[in-house]
């Protein structure tokens, strides 16, 4: 098993800055693919952007591109994003996920695993 633990949101000004970190433990070794999604109230959960532990090939959403870097330390075993030039669209409840497969896969029934979420709001 592998466990997810998200940090880093919070309330940020339109433009403004934050960075979310995704804290992985347990078999961490069995995953392939990080990946960090988002979901909006009444609106599905979207895909933001995509690594591997290797740092290759990282993949993003188009409505992200840009704006937000996705990162990771294998040392610490900690997914990040960085999220520059936030919008009010932004806001949503941001999960981290992974994948025991390989290849780069944007929807969410392709990850084994899930954090509990953390709240990034923007405010205008």
């Known amino acids: 098993q592998v466990q997810l633990v998200e940090s880093g949101g919070g309330l940020v000004q339109a433009g403004g800055s934050l960075r979310l970190s995704c804290a992985a433990s347990?078999?961490?070794?069995?995953?392939?693919?990080m990946a960090w999604f988002r979901q909006a109230p009444r609106k599905e959960r979207e895909f933001v952007a995509f690594?591997?532990?290797?740092?290759?090939?990282?993949y993003y959403g188009d409505s992200v591109k840009g704006r937000f870097t996705i990162s990771r330390d294998n040392a610490k075993n900690t997914v990040y994003l960085q999220m520059n030039s936030l919008k009010p669209e932004d806001t949503a409840v941001y999960y981290c996920?992974?994948?025991?497969?390989?290849?780069?896969?944007?929807?969410?029934?392709?990850?084994?695993?899930w954090g509990q979420g953390t709240q990034v709001t923007v405010s205008s």
């Open positions: 996920a992974a994948r025991r497969g390989a290849g780069v896969i944007v929807f969410q029934s392709g990850y084994d695993y």
């Open positions: 347990g078999r961490t070794g069995s995953t392939y693919g």
């Open positions: 690594t591997t532990w290797s740092g290759a090939p990282t």
